[in-house]
Structures are given as structure tokens and as C-alpha cells.
């Protein structure tokens, strides 16, 4: 395969990657350019403008997002994290490498009262285990995450499935 099909088809792939997280964003998602200046609740085609933005609707998680507080975070996953999943997005800090991973689900996981207790336990369990596999910060909510769509950012995706 040519440079150039190379260059074409990861590109196609990332816009695919950031169409998907475009889609499940929430309707009205927090979202800030400073965060600390705190956040705000924003209609999703002014919050998808601003540096970081809520990942998941309160109700459904789509994605599970993890923060690695390390230098080159990329680099460190494409040669030091041998046999964890890909992430389908990695979401740099240009100025220090420092990531947000972001897995997206194929069927959301539900968390209302009316949420069967098993797909939220078993959801739980394997966010701990990646969390645990890659590192992350253990204290990181994930309410909030660096907007892969902000040109702010350095956004690779590595797989197109959820």
C-alpha cells in the first residue's frame, strides 16, 4: 500500500472515529475551554467548539474514558502496552503528551433505577480492569474529557469498531 492510500485510509478512519463520538455526545453536555473557570452546560453545537466537553450522558455511558497523566502517553501505548485493548480514540495534550483514552461501547450501558444491576456491574469490573492495565489516574471522574474534536488537541484513532 502506497504513503499516500496509508495517509487517506487514517484519515477516513479518524473521521469515522469522530463522527461516532459526535453522535453520542449528550444533547446539552458540560463543557469548558478553562477548566479553572468551571463548567457549563451548553446545546451541543456550542459545547463541540469549547477544549473539553462531557463524553457521556448522565443516564448511558457510551464511552469509557481514561486519563494517563504520563509524558508521550501515544508513544507509550504504541510500544509498552502490549496486549491492551486499542482505544479508539487517543486524545493528546500537545505540551506535555499527557492522553485521555476513549473506548467506545457498541450498546451503552444504563444506570437508572429502572437499570438491571448485572450490564452495570459487569460495565464497572472491566473499566477497573483497563483502568488498571493502562495506568490511569485512579482519581479521574470522567465527567469530563479533552474534546477530540477541538483542534486544540492531538486526536489519534487507532480502530474504527466500538
Keep these: ?7 487517506r485510509y487514517a484519515m477516513q478512519q479518524l473521521q469515522l472515529a469522530l463522527e461516532q463520538f459526535n453522535s453520542n455526545l449528550p444533547i446539552k453536555p458540560y463543557c469548558s475551554d478553562d ?6 452546560i451548553r446545546p451541543k453545537a456550542i459545547a463541540i467548539l469549547k477544549r473539553y466537553i462531557q463524553p457521556n450522558h448522565p443516564y448511558y455511558t457510551h464511552s ?4 494517563l497523566d504520563i509524558p508521550a502517553a501515544y508513544v507509550e501505548y504504541r510500544y509498552s502496552m502490549i496486549g491492551i485493548p486499542e482505544p479508539n480514540l487517543i486524545v ?11 473506548y467506545q461501547l457498541i450498546t451503552p450501558i444504563f ?3 429502572a437499570s438491571k444491576p448485572k450490564p452495570i456491574q ?15 489516574d485512579v482519581n479521574y ?4 474529557t479533552k474534546n477530540a474534536l477541538h483542534g486544540h488537541w492531538r486526536t489519534y484513532s487507532l480502530r474504527e469498531q466500538p
Design 35 to 40: 477548566l479553572n473557570l468551571g463548567l457549563q
Design 64 to 67: 469509557f474514558v481514561f486519563d
Design 111 to 113: 444506570n437508572t433505577d
Design 92 to 102: 493528546e495534550n500537545p505540551s506535555n503528551g499527557h492522553a485521555h483514552f476513549i
Design 1 to 7: 500500500m502506497s504513503i499516500c492510500k496509508l495517509v
Design 141 to 144: 471522574s470522567g465527567l469530563i
Design 122 to 136: 459487569y460495565g464497572n469490573a472491566v473499566y477497573l480492569a483497563l483502568r488498571e492495565a493502562l495506568g490511569a
